[in-house]
C-alpha cells in the first residue's frame, strides 16, 4: 500500500510497547512509532502512559515509520493489583472487548470453580466474558447441559469444541472476528491447539514470545497484541493468563455474581454478604431454584478462600 498521505494522521491500534518503540497496526500494516513529546502530558494526567489496546492517531514518516500525535478515549481496561504495601494499580491492556475463558470437558476435568474464579476477574474489570468448553470429544456434551443453560442466561455464552477433531472452530473465530479478545484458561486446557485451529502459525509467535517473557519478573510489561487475518486480536500471555483474585476483596465479592444483584435487594440486610445472615434472599432463591446452587456453591468458596486482607492471597501463594 503507497503512503498516500503524510500529512494526515491515521488511526491504528498499539499493539506493542517497548521502552522507545510503539508498534502500531494501521490497516494490517505493522508500523514502528515513536510519540510526539507533548504527548505525555496532553490528556491532564502526568502519569498517563500509552498501553497496549489504546487506539491512536500517527502520522507516517515512511512506509515503516510514524509518530504517534494523539490518543483516542479508553472505552475499557483490563488491571491488577500491584503486589505492594498499598493498593496499586497496574494496567494491562486498554479497549477489551471480551475475556474468552477456555475450560475443558476432560484432562484437565471441569470445574465450575474455575470458571466462576474467571467469570469474577471480567466481572471485575467490566467485561464481557464467553465460555468455551474445549476437548468436547472426551465427553458426552449432555454431562454439561445444566451449565449450558445457566450461563449464558446470565449473560455469559457458552459453546463447546473440541480442537482435536476441529469442532467449533467456525464458532470462536465468529466470536472473536473484528473484536480485542483475551484469552485465559488454565494450562493443558487446549488453548495452543485451539489457536493453531484459529490461524495456523499464530500459536507459534506466540509461544516464542511466552517463553521469553516467562523468564522476565514483569510478565506483565509484555503484553502483546496479536491480529487477526480475519480481522480482531488476540491478548494471550503468561502475564495474563495467571491473572488471580488476589486483588478482590471479601466484601466485594457479591458485586461479581451478577445474578446475586437482583435477588439481593430483598436480603433484610442491605450489607448481607449471603453467607450465614438471617433474611437473605439469595439464599432462598438459591433453594427455590432460581439461582444456580453450583455457583452459589463457588461463591462461599471463594469467599472463604479470600480471607480478610487481599494480600493474604499473595502471601498464599
Ligand atoms: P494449553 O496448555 O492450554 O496451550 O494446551 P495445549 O494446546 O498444549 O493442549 C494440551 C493437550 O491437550 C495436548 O496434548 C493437546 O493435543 C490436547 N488437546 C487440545 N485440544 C484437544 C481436544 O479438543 N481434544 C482432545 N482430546 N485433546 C486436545
Ligand atoms: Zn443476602
Known amino acids: 500500500m503507497p503512503v498516500t498521505s503524510r500529512e494526515a494522521p491515521q488511526t491504528g491500534k498499539l499493539i506493542k510497547a517497548t521502552r522507545n518503540v510503539f508498534l502500531v497496526d494501521i490497516n494490517h500494516r505493522i508500523v514502528s512509532c515513536s510519540i510526539r513529546g507533548k504527548l505525555a502530558g496532553a490528556s491532564g494526567d502526568k502519569n498517563f502512559s500509552l498501553k497496549v489496546g489504546d487506539d491512536v492517531k500517527a502520522r ?134 485451539l489457536l493453531q485451529r484459529i490461524e495456523p502459525g499464530l500459536d507459534l509467535k506466540i509461544s516464542s514470545i511466552s517463553d521469553k517473557t516467562r523468564k522476565g519478573r514483569h510478565t506483565t510489561t509484555h503484553v502483546q497484541l496479536f491480529p487477526l487475518s480475519f480481522g480482531g486480536y488476540i491478548i494471550d500471555t503468561p502475564g495474563v493468563r495467571e491473572l488471580g483474585l488476589w486483588d478482590i476483596y471479601r466484601d466485594e465479592l457479591k458485586d461479581y455474581f451478577v445474578e446475586f444483584q437482583t435477588f439481593g435487594e430483598d436480603c433484610q440486610f442491605n450489607n448481607c454478604r449471603h453467607i450465614k445472615e438471617p433474611g437473605c434472599a439469595v439464599k432462598a432463591a438459591v433453594g427455590e431454584g432460581k439461582i444456580f446452587a453450583e455457583r452459589y456453591q463457588n461463591y462461599k468458596n471463594i469467599f472463604n478462600d479470600l480471607r480478610a486482607a487481599s494480600y493474604e492471597m499473595i502471601r498464599r501463594r
Open 60 to 193: 507516517l514518516i515512511s512506509e515503516e515509520e510514524g509518530v504517534i500525535e494523539e490518543v483516542l478515549p479508553r472505552r475499557s481496561q483490563l488491571s491488577r493489583a500491584v503486589e505492594g504495601k498499598a493498593y496499586r494499580e497496574h494496567l494491562i491492556a486498554t479497549n477489551i472487548d471480551q475475556i474468552l475463558i477456555i475450560m475443558s470437558a476432560r484432562r484437565p476435568a471441569f470445574k465450575s470453580g474455575l470458571l466462576d474464579r474467571y467469570l469474577v476477574i471480567a466481572q471485575k474489570n467490566r467485561l464481557n466474558a464467553v465460555i468455551c468448553i474445549n476437548k468436547i470429544d472426551l465427553a458426552d456434551p449432555e454431562e454439561f447441559e445444566e451449565y449450558a443453560s445457566w450461563y449464558p442466561r446470565l449473560g455469559y455464552p457458552l459453546f463447546f469444541t473440541s480442537a482435536l477433531r476441529r469442532e467449533g472452530i467456525d464458532k470462536i473465530k465468529s466470536i472473536l472476528q473484528n473484536k480485542v479478545s483475551v484469552l485465559v484458561g488454565h494450562s493443558g486446557v487446549g488453548k495452543s491447539l
